[in-house]
């Protein structure tokens, strides 16, 4: 009923709490969590009517002891026979959808490097189709004294249908990029350089945040995640290259 009810309809109760993925990797996550869901209560619905079998019709009648089933050969193999199998299907998805998540083509459509710090992100747009793009979206740390109006949260674009990487880098302490609609996080750590890929799905705002506790800030290092049509992406790049250029005309 379950796989019937995932197949043709999308909310949470069928996402089982999960976000709507927003990303073809998304996808793939939230198809792992429903299978894993599904096989959860298979196994659940199985040994909960045993035990209610067991509770009714072998209740205790009278002090003889039942017979005992220890040292049971054939019983202690299906023991741990049956559990194995069960380890060993979840491991196979799990491993071959970790794989599917973590590859990475050899020509990204877009190269983003990403610098998560004390407490704010910024996005450089080191490649787009091959070509050196030099964009730097950078966001203003956190500033107490400021309402949450003012402060302007840093801007994540990127182009839907598109392969996006990103390089994830951090000069101080461990942080974490996610986009809950992604169905994923990723860490980013100081000296340890971490890269993935992503082809959004659809178009949208979103927010993004850093999911690993950073210091005092931590909850306000967020971003603004905008999926654009294509067309909208290049005349993005196009826009701050001109601006970018202006403004470093003018400081020198
Ligand atoms: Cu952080």
Same mark, same amino acid.
Request: glycine residues 6%; aromatic residues 12%; contains cysteine.
């Given at each position: 009923?379950?796989?019937?009810?995932?197949?043709?309809?999308?909310?949470?109760?069928?996402?089982?709490?999960?976000?709507?993925?927003?990303?073809?990797?998304?996808?793939?996550?939230?198809?792992?969590?429903?299978?894993?869901?599904?096989?959860?209560?298979?196994?659940?619905?199985?040994?909960?009517?045993?035990?209610?079998?067991?509770?009714?019709?072998?209740?205790?009648?009278?002090?003889?002891?039942?017979?005992?089933?220890?040292?049971?050969?054939?019983?202690?193999?299906?023991?741990?026979?049956?559990?194995?199998?069960?380890?060993?299907?979840?491991?196979?998805?799990?491993?071959?959808?970790?794989?599917?998540?973590?590859?990475?083509?050899?020509? %990204?459509?877009?190269?983003?490097?990403? /610098?998560?710090?004390?407490?704010?992100? *910024?996005? @450089?747009? +080191?490649?787009?189709?091959?070509?050196?793009?030099?964009?730097?979206?950078?966001?203003?740390?956190?500033?107490?004294?400021?309402?949450?109006?003012?402060?302007?949260?840093?801007?994540?674009?990127?182009?839907?249908?598109?392969?996006?990487?990103?390089?994830?880098?951090?000069?101080?302490?461990?942080?974490?990029?996610?986009?809950?609609?992604?169905?994923?996080?990723?860490?980013?750590?100081?000296?340890?350089?971490?890269?993935?890929?992503?082809?959004?799905?659809?178009?949208?705002?979103?927010?993004?945040?850093?999911?690993?506790?950073?210091?005092?800030?931590?909850?306000?290092?967020?971003?603004?995640?905008?999926?654009?049509? %294509?067309a909208q992406?290049r005349q993005f /790049?196009a826009t701050?290259?001109?601006? *970018?250029? @202006?403004? +470093?005309?003018?400081?020198?």
């Amino acid at each position: 009923m379950l796989l019937a009810l995932t197949g043709c309809t999308n909310n949470t109760f069928t996402r089982l709490g999960f976000p709507n993925p927003v990303t073809t990797q998304g996808k793939v996550v939230l198809s792992l969590w429903q299978g894993s869901w599904i096989a959860g209560l298979a196994v659940g619905v199985l040994v909960w009517g045993l035990i209610l079998w067991a509770v009714i019709f072998h209740r205790k009648r009278g002090d003889r002891l039942p017979p005992q089933v220890r040292y049971n050969m054939p019983i202690e193999i299906l023991y741990t026979v049956v559990p194995f199998i069960l380890i060993a299907v979840l491991f196979y998805y799990t491993a071959k959808d970790e794989n599917t998540i973590d590859s990475l083509s050899s020509h %990204p459509d877009v190269t983003v490097n990403v /610098i998560g710090y004390q407490w704010s992100w *910024q996005f @450089t747009y +080191a490649d787009v189709n091959g070509v050196k793009a030099n964009v730097v979206m950078n966001g203003e740390p956190w500033n107490p004294y400021a309402s949450a109006q003012q402060q302007q949260l840093p801007l994540l674009e990127i182009p839907v249908g598109e392969t996006v990487r990103f390089n994830l880098t951090s000069p101080d302490v461990v942080h974490a990029f996610w986009v809950p609609e992604f169905l994923f996080k990723r860490d980013v750590i100081p000296d340890h350089p971490n890269h993935f890929e992503i082809t959004a799905t659809q178009t949208g705002t979103f927010i993004g945040h850093c999911s690993e506790l950073c210091g005092l800030y931590h909850a306000r290092m967020l971003f603004t995640l905008k999926i654009v049509t %294509p067309a909208q992406f290049r005349q993005f /790049i196009a826009t701050e290259q001109a601006r *970018q250029k @202006t403004a +470093a005309g003018s400081t020198t």
